[in-house]
């Protein structure tokens, strides 16, 4: 028998008389266990080391085309819908509650949604096939993954006419997928600076260079709230230190990062609220923020404090900033297993719809990319503070220079910005 | 050969019975097997595993020949010197001193209850379980608005005490954080601790009275030896999970300063992609330090039940 080269430790087993009850209760245990033995063994077997994959990766200076596959293909056209139920699998409270009996009314089927917590729970359940959806909302950056590992199948753009009529060109042709060969979009957002005006004004956040920077004013130390979301967090490191592409960041700028969020160890406090919640109910002055959290928050605040102090600022687009900044969207696909792939392409087509995003976008914060939900639009229908119009992202973001998205990180380099992450939260 | 036929009938009914006994423990052996060693390895077979290429994700290895050390060393070494080794001993602090204050707060309460509530022994025992009716996440949730800048706390000391500055509770206070622990499983350790006490005859403290000792001596040298495996058991109960707590100081702090080790386990099992390896890791050296708690537990029962058959 040989060895497999990882190997470095032979195992010893400790030689023992075994009597017949031994034997017996032995047994007895293998009984147990035994019927658990085909599928472990089929995970031994499964151990070949595949191929490092090939994925295409896009960002909005080279936009890529996802590949095809013959075993893979898009549904005909003009067939008729499935029998119901439609099975969603979405991120937990990513949704109008509100949408799914409208939704399920206009379609004619039962809609039951799944959720899942974060993304990596959902590749998890996806790739042991346990999960039986047929829609998912991948974030952009995951969908060259989801495209490799055959999660996802190709659309038929024919029973989407409403992607082209409705969608910003940049996001109907994304950069991640172009063609929307298997993602139509679903909202999109930017990582930025929330704060109060009351608590923070003379930070002067929006007459900055370098806006990221006041986090590290010692003024609001103790008043700072970052996501807790390591890659955000990280990211803000480095553009504050002036990379402009943290994907590409080296290992001494990592380290700087590191080193700058380690001086923050009794300044900061990282939690997923820090925006929606924290802003409104003063646990911060000052907090990381993606754009919807600041759209969200008006539901947070308590009676009697004005909500008009609240302000968000999204450094890549700030005048006089010069410091890059993360943009991104989240999209809706169509599961390869799907067994209702037509009445899935007819809740995506109702997605896109340009009243139902509306009537989404209501409950949810988040914007999706429709060409008529402009801020102006919006504002005037009062879905959001006037303050608030930098919260709003428009087609134009996306091509700005200073905007930054983030892609997928190998094992390797994830696992320099965890190390820098455990430093920054150790405290020391 | 009817001594032979005797002997055999009588150990078959032995044997019968035996295994008819054991057979009760049926049920808890497929319970362990299957929702404790099978899961257990399976935190091995991702502490010690390999990473998808395509997704980038830990994949378990299942078999221990080929198992992978290297993250587990690289997990140990940080332990013991690196950032890890902070995290673990902030831990450690953090649980120690809100294990000892549930002492310090709980035994008079579980002692009152047990031996001087009188007839309203239920009403006390009812106001001890009621925070049980309300879920944990709920009442630190609940701490969280009391505490806030603006909260109910505040206004108190302003209008109580005139106090127009008082700390920030939730800017990272390690106090808090300790508080919030005792506040949660203090009940889990007046329950067991309460059992014990009633448990103690009366007659055993009124011959040492009768004797001579003063109240004092009777209660440091009757009720609390009495009393002390009870003490044990609250505390193992409240410190094995408040080792594994992270909403807590989540909740109540989120700063670096107050992050305990399951805030470490959980930022890499839930927020990284291909780290999962480092949280198996740390779950499992976690939990071998827990159970060396656990194995001291058992063994000063076990000793105690010895003294008392003596």
Not at chain 1, 146 to 170: E, K, M, R
Request: include cysteine; glycine fraction near 8%; charge should be negative.
């Amino acid at each position: 028998m040989t060895y497999h080269p990882r190997e470095n430790r032979s195992p010893t087993p400790r030689r023992r008389v075994y009597t017949r009850r031994d034997f017996v209760q032995r047994a007895a245990l293998l009984g147990i266990v035994l019927p658990a033995f085909p599928s472990l063994l089929a995970a031994c077997l499964q151990r070949e080391d595949g191929d490092a994959a090939d994925l295409a990766i896009g960002t909005p200076a080279s936009p890529v085309q996802q590949p095809l596959f013959d075993d893979n293909p898009a549904i005909e056209s003009d067939l008729p819908p499935e029998e119901g139920p439609l099975l969603l699998y979405n991120w937990e409270d990513y949704i109008n509650p509100e949408i799914i009996p409208l939704a399920s009314e206009a379609l004619g089927v039962e809609i039951r949604e799944t959720t899942f917590t974060n993304e990596e729970q959902a590749l998890a359940a996806l790739s042991s096939g346990e999960a039986q959806y047929d829609v998912w909302f991948p974030t952009s950056q995951r969908v060259a993954v989801a495209v490799a590992a055959q999660f996802i199948q190709p659309l038929n753009h024919d029973y989407l006419p409403n992607l082209g009529a409705n969608i910003w060109p940049q996001l109907a042709d994304p950069y991640y997928d172009q063609g929307s060969r298997y993602t139509v979009p679903y909202v999109t957002y930017t990582t930025g600076i929330g704060w109060r005006m009351d608590l923070a004004e003379s930070a002067d956040i929006e007459g900055q260079a370098n806006p990221w920077d006041v986090f590290w004013n010692p003024k609001y130390a103790g008043q700072i709230g970052m996501l807790d979301s390591f890659t955000d967090v990280i990211a803000l490191a480095l553009f504050r230190n002036g990379v402009t592409d943290p994907s590409v960041a080296t290992e001494a700028e990592l380290e700087a990062a590191g080193d700058a969020l380690v001086e923050l160890s009794d300044s900061v406090r990282y939690n997923i609220d820090v925006a929606y919640d924290g802003l409104p109910n003063a646990r911060y002055s000052i907090a990381h923020a993606w754009s919807g959290d600041l759209v969200n928050s008006a539901y947070y605040w308590p009676d009697g404090v004005d909500q008009g102090t609240i302000r968000y600022l999204w450094p890549a687009k700030a005048e006089g900033s010069t410091v890059h900044g993360p943009i991104s969207s989240d999209t809706m696909a169509v599961l390869k297993g799907s067994e209702r792939p037509v009445l899935a392409h007819m809740f995506l087509d109702y997605m896109l719809n340009a009243d139902n995003s509306l009537t989404n976008f209501g409950y949810l914060g988040y914007q999706p990319p429709q060409n008529n939900l402009t801020p102006d639009f919006l504002i005037g229908e009062e879905y959001l503070a006037e303050e608030l119009a930098p919260a709003l992202v428009v087609p134009e973001d996306f091509d700005l220079d200073t905007a930054w998205v983030q892609g997928p990180l190998d094992a390797e380099t994830e696992a320099l910005w965890a190390e820098q992450w455990t430093r920054a939260t150790s405290g020391g | 050969m009817p001594t032979n036929l005797a002997s055999g009938a009588e150990y078959d009914t032995v044997g019968q019975r035996r295994w008819v006994w054991s057979g009760f423990a049926l049920p808890g052996v497929i319970w362990l097997v299957l929702l404790f060693l099978v899961p257990f390895y399976a935190i091995f077979a991702v502490a010690m595993g390999q990473i998808d290429p395509l997704l980038q994700r830990p994949v378990p290895e299942w078999n221990p020949l080929y198992w992978d050390p290297t993250v587990f060393g690289e997990v140990l070494a940080d332990l013991f010197g690196g950032q890890l080794g902070v995290i673990a001993l902030r831990t450690i602090v953090f649980v120690f001193t809100a294990s000892a204050l549930c002492l310090l707060i709980g035994y008079p309460v579980a002692y009152f209850v047990s031996r001087k509530a009188g007839r309203w022994r239920w009403l006390w025992l009812l106001l001890i379980l009621a925070p049980f009716w309300i879920n944990y996440l709920m009442r630190m949730m609940a701490w969280v608005n009391l505490l806030s800048p603006d909260g109910q706390v505040n206004r108190w000391l302003e209008t109580l005490f005139g106090i127009t500055d008082p700390p920030s509770w939730l800017a990272g206070n390690p106090i808090v954080v300790v508080f919030g622990l005792v506040y949660g499983y203090i009940p889990f350790f007046i329950l067991p601790l309460f059992a014990a006490l009633d448990r103690i005859d009366d007659a055993t403290l009124e011959a040492a009275r009768d004797l001579g000792a003063s109240s004092f001596q009777t209660f440091w040298r009757v009720t609390w030896p009495l009393s002390r495996n009870g003490v044990l058991g609250g505390l193992v109960i409240i410190m094995l999970p408040m080792f594994g707590d992270y909403y807590t100081p989540n909740l109540l702090s989120g700063a670096p300063s107050t992050r305990m080790l399951g805030n470490t386990i959980d930022q890499f099992i839930n927020q990284t992609t291909s780290q999962g390896a480092v949280g198996a890791a740390l779950t499992i050296v976690l939990m071998i330090f827990v159970a060396g708690l656990m194995f001291y537990y058992l063994r000063a029962i076990n000793r105690a039940s010895e003294e008392a058959r003596r």
